[in-house]
Nanobody
């Protein structure tokens, strides 16, 4: 069954950094645009960053722009999310997903939902 596997979450102090990884299993990651989502306690899941299949374009929501960087290496079947200057409000379960089209501007992440991972927990706390 095709799916994604996230790793790299953990507990970090405010201002710290984490690097999340997203590895594909059972399909070729390079054929898909990949997005990162997060779900904070009591809130809906939200798309926060996306990268197109050939890395030509990336997308970030305003809350993470300038702090998070998405990248990929299709030869390693892996996508990363580098998270810097972490804030308590970044605390959430982080998921990656594969789909057909990253959003542009204020579009939704509707087309990034074909394959999902199980999530990795990020806790930003002192």
């Amino acid at each position: 069954q095709p799916h994604l596997v996230e790793s790299g979450g953990g507990l970090v102090q405010p201002g710290g950094s984490l690097r999340l990884s997203c590895a594909a299993s059972g399909f070729t990651l390079g054929n898909y645009d990949i997005g990162w989502f997060r779900q904070a306690p009591g809130k809906e899941r939200e798309g926060i960053s996306c990268i197109t299949s050939g890395s030509r374009r990336t997308h970030y929501v305003d809350s993470v722009k300038g702090r998070f960087t998405i990248s990929r290496d299709n030869t390693k079947n892996t996508v990363w999310l580098q998270m810097n200057s972490l804030k308590p409000e970044d605390t959430a379960i982080y998921y990656c997903a594969a789909g057909s089209s990253c959003p542009e501007n204020n579009e939704s992440y509707y087309y990034i939902r074909r394959y999902w991972g199980q999530g990795t927990r990020v806790n930003v706390s002192s």
